[in-house]
C-alpha cells in the first residue's frame, strides 16, 4: 500500500511539474515570438550583412549598448538625452561617433541652404572687404558696400574692419559678433523658455545674416563651402530649400529669385567639376508662409518661371516658418491644387505639439495634395489614418531629430516620434534642418543622436545602412541605380576601414 502512495504522490508531483514547465515553456515562446516579430518589423530589418558587416556591428553594437547600459543605471551620465548644446562636443570624442562621421550616409533631402556652416565659418565671412556694420541696441546689421551705406542704422554704419581694429581687443571683439551668429548659449532651458522664443531667435539668426549672405560673391562662396562640409560629411548629393532672397552687387545689381537660383546651379555645377564623385544638387524653392494668397500665388510663378529657365534643376515647393504662427496649407488650397499640374511639393508639416490643430492637420493637406515627402511630420504619430496612408502612398517622413529638441518639440529625444516610425517600419529619412545654428555636423550628429538616443537598443548596423540607403531611394535623383550603386562601393570600403583599425 505504501508504494501504491509513493507512487500516487510522484506521479501527481510530476504531472503538476510537467503542467508548470508547459506552461512556461509556452510563454517563453510567445514572448519570443512576440520579440522577434518587432525585431523583424523595424527599419532596416531587411538589410543582410556581409561577414565583414557583420564584425563592424559587433564593433558599433559594443560601443553603443555600453553607453546605453551605463544610462539605465546612471541616467545622468546619458549625455544624449540632455540638452544638444550640453553634449555636441563631447560625443565628437567618442569612436562611435567617429564610425558614424566616416560612413558614408547618402543624401541630404531637408536642409535650409544659409544654416549650414557653423559660427566660426560666419565669423570668418566677416573679415571679407568692403562689410559695413551698425551696431543698434542689442543688435547689428551688416551691407558690402563701396562707400558708407545710406540705409537707415540707428547708430552709425563703420567699415567692420574699423570696429574690430578700434576696438582694442579683437578676440573680444569676435568672440561677442559670434553671438550673433548661432543659438547656441550656455543656459538654453533658462532663455528659451517657450517655442516662440526660441524661434524668433531663431529667425532673427537668418536676417541678422541676411546682409552679410545675400552679397552674391558671398552667398556663391558659403554655398560652394557648405557643399564641401557635406562631402566631409560623407553625403553625396542634396535637395536644398531655400527663399532664394534677392542678392546684391557693389555696383547697385539687385537681382531676382531666378538669378539666385541661377547661381545655386551655377555652384553647383562648379563644385560637381572640382569633385566628381559628388553627385550635385536640386532645389526646393521654400519662400514663406506667413503671407497672403496673391503672395503665394507669385511664388508659384516664380517657381515655373525657374523650372523653364533652369530645366531639371528644380526639384519642387514648400512654404517654411514657425507651423504653429504661419498659415496653414490649407489656406492657399486653390493656388497649391492648381500649381500641382506643374510643381512637385515638399511641404513642411506637423512640426508641431499641437494635436487637432491647424499645424498638426497640414499633413492632411500635405498628403491631399500629393505631397513627395513630408518636411518633420513630428505630430503624424498622433494620426493613424495619415499613418496608413503614407505607408500606402510611400511618402518618406523627412526627420530632423535635433532640430526638434532645440527647437522646442521635444526635451529628450528618447521620446521623440521618430522611435516609433522607426519601430513600425515607416519610410523615414534622417535630415538636419538648420545644423550651423546649432554647431552641428551637416548630418553626423543627427545620426549619431538618432543611432544611440532614439532608435532600439536592438538597431543595429541595417538602421544605419537603411537610412543612408532611404536618403538616395527617396530623393528625386531619376538614375537612382546608378548612385546606389556608388553608395555600395563606398559602402564596402568603409567597411574595410573600420575593420583595419580606421576610426
Ligand atoms: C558624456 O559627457 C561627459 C561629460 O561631458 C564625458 O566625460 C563623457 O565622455 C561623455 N560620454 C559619452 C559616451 O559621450
Ligand atoms: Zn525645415
Redesign the pocket.
Given at each position: 500500500m505504501w508504494l501504491v502512495i509513493v507512487y500516487l504522490l510522484f506521479g501527481d508531483a510530476q504531472l503538476v511539474l510537467s503542467t508548470v514547465s508547459d506552461r512556461y515553456e509556452n510563454v517563453i515562446n510567445e514572448r519570443d515570438t512576440l520579440f522577434k516579430k518587432e525585431i523583424d518589423m523595424m527599419l532596416g530589418s531587411d538589410i543582410v550583412l556581409s561577414d565583414s558587416e557583420e564584425k563592424v556591428n559587433e564593433i558599433i553594437i559594443e560601443l553603443k549598448h555600453?553607453?546605453l547600459d551605463?544610462g539605465l543605471l546612471e541616467p545622468g551620465?546619458?549625455?544624449?538625452s540632455k540638452h544638444f548644446f550640453?553634449?555636441k562636443?563631447?560625443?565628437k570624442?567618442?569612436n562611435?561617433?567617429k564610425i558614424i562621421k566616416r560612413m558614408p550616409k547618402g543624401a541630404i533631402l531637408h536642409a535650409h541652404d544659409i544654416a549650414i556652416l557653423s559660427p566660426d565659418y560666419v565669423l570668418g565671412l566677416t573679415y571679407s572687404e568692403k562689410l559695413y556694420v551698425c551696431f543698434e541696441e542689442d543688435d547689428v546689421r551688416f551691407l558690402f558696400s563701396k562707400d558708407i551705406p545710406k540705409d537707415t542704422c540707428g547708430t552709425r554704419w563703420q567699415l567692420l574692419r574699423d570696429a574690430r581694429f578700434s576696438s582694442g581687443n579683437v578676440e573680444k571683439f569676435d568672440a561677442e559678433l559670434k553671438k550673433y551668429f548661432t543659438i547656441v548659449i550656455d543656459n538654453p532651458e533658462e532663455v528659451y523658455t517657450d517655442i516662440n522664443i526660441v524661434w524668433s531667435i531663431f529667425q532673427d539668426y537668418f536676417v541678422r545674416f541676411s546682409g552679410i549672405i545675400s552679397y552674391k560673391p558671398v552667398w556663391e562662396k558659403y554655398f560652394y563651402d557648405a557643399l564641401k562640409a557635406l562631402r566631409d560629411d560623407n553625403i553625396m548629393y542634396l535637395e536644398i530649400r531655400s527663399t532664394l532672397p534677392q542678392l546684391y552687387d557693389l555696383e547697385g545689381n539687385v537681382f531676382d529669385s531666378l538669378a539666385t537660383a541661377q547661381s545655386y546651379k551655377d555652384v553647383s555645377d562648379k563644385f560637381v567639376i572640382d569633385y566628381p564623385d559628388f553627385y550635385g544638387v536640386k532645389l526646393i524653392y521654400s519662400p514663406l508662409r506667413l503671407v497672403d494668397y496673391s503672395t503665394v500665388k507669385s511664388y508659384i510663378e516664380i517657381a515655373k518661371n525657374i523650372d523653364n529657365k533652369i530645366p531639371g534643376f528644380l526639384a519642387g515647393f514648400d512654404l517654411v516658418g514657425q507651423e504653429d504662427l504661419g498659415a496653414p496649407i490649407k489656406y492657399f488650397l486653390p493656388q497649391l491644387v492648381e500649381a500641382g499640374k506643374y510643381l512637385k511639393f515638399f511641404f513642411h508639416a506637423g512640426e508641431t505639439n499641437w494635436n487637432g490643430m491647424s499645424p498638426d492637420e497640414n499633413i492632411f493637406d500635405a498628403i491631399v495634395l500629393g505631397t513627395q515627402r513630408i518636411g518633420h511630420g513630428f505630430a503624424l504619430a498622433k494620426h493613424p489614418v495619415l499613418i496608413e496612408e503614407i505607408k500606402k502612398r510611400d511618402i518618406a517622413i523627412e526627420v530632423n531629430v535635433i532640430s526638434n529638441a532645440v527647437l522646442g518639440l521635444v526635451k529628450d529625444v528618447r521620446n521623440h516620434p521618430l522611435s516609433s516610425y522607426l519601430a513600425q517600419n515607416l519610410p523615414v529619412v534622417l535630415s538636419c534642418d538648420d545644423p550651423g545654428a546649432w554647431e552641428a555636423d551637416p548630418l553626423s550628429h543627427d545620426f549619431y543622436v538618432t543611432f544611440?538616443g532614439v532608435a532600439n537598443r536592438h538597431a543595429d548596423l541595417k538602421l544605419l545602412k537603411k537610412l543612408a540607403l532611404n536618403s538616395l531611394y527617396y530623393s528625386t535623383l531619376k538614375d537612382k541605380d546608378k548612385i546606389i550603386h556608388e553608395f555600395e562601393i563606398r559602402w564596402i570600403r568603409f567597411i574595410d576601414s573600420i575593420l583595419k583599425g580606421n576610426y
Open positions: 555600453r553607453e551605463t551620465q546619458f549625455n544624449v550640453e553634449y562636443e563631447t560625443i570624442e567618442t562611435l561617433f544611440v
